[in-house]
T-cell receptor
């Protein structure tokens, strides 16, 4: 069974500082990995994803993540935090099973930006 | 045009009532899902349908019954609502092959 662990349920960074949100996964098959963002009272929006190929993936709003198979990690980073980045972030994993790509989500990390 | 739309956005109802949530996607995706997000923001899959066929049923009480009249629609009917059913319910659709889900904006269900 696949699973996701997000270290740190709350992360606070100063505006302009580096954002690092941690995600480790467990999967018995090559995984697909995703980061989603949820703003208050809204649905989840896809930030970026890794399927195959280049292990450093870039997403929307200046975020990127690196797939490290040896560390089973897919940490999310952004060089310079902006006030608008304050939200809940979810890492997710699915196995490569076409027509049945069930996403298993981590418990989320709330990102607070300090002015 | 909203890609995945859910109605209603808010639903407040009494224990024991029956209610439905509707979901429609205009993306042409074959697969649709229902997820439940609890008060701690934890997201758990409930059901998935692929082209109107039930694929996943994750040990959800049978008071919950999904229905997919066509691949663009996936509705959720809940009988005999309980306090513990209070949550945000998200519909999502997926094109497959690692494309990632597109989520609706959610339905906040409050059972009183």
């Amino acid at each position: 069974a696949q699973s996701v662990t997000q270290l740190g349920s709350h992360v606070s960074v100063s505006e302009g500082a580096l954002v690092l949100l941690r995600c480790n996964y467990s999967s018995s098959v090559p995984p697909y990995l995703f980061w989603y963002v949820q703003y208050p009272n809204q649905g989840l929006q896809l930030l970026l994803k890794y399927t195959t190929g280049a292990t450093l993936v870039k997403g929307i709003n200046g975020f990127e993540a690196e797939f490290k198979k040896s560390e089973t990690s897919f940490h999310l980073t952004k060089p310079s935090a902006h006030m608008s980045d304050a939200a809940e972030y979810f890492c997710a994993v699915s196995d490569q099973n076409f027509g049945n790509e069930k996403l298993t989500f981590g418990t989320g990390t709330r990102l607070t930006i300090i002015p | 045009d909203t890609a995945v739309s859910q109605t209603p956005k808010y639903l407040v109802t009494q224990m024991g009532n029956d209610k439905s949530i509707k979901c429609e996607q205009n993306l042409g995706h074959d697969t649709m899902y229902w997820y439940k997000q609890d008060s701690k923001k934890f997201l758990k899959i409930m059901f998935s349908y692929n082209n109107k066929e039930l694929i996943i049923n994750e040990t959800v009480p049978n008071r919950f019954s999904p229905k997919s009249p066509d691949k663009a629609h996936l509705n959720l009917h809940i009988n005999s609502l309980e306090l513990g059913d209070s949550a945000v319910y998200f519909c999502a659709s997926d094109a497959g092959t690692g494309s990632g889900y597109t989520f609706g904006s959610g339905t906040r269900l409050t059972v009183v």
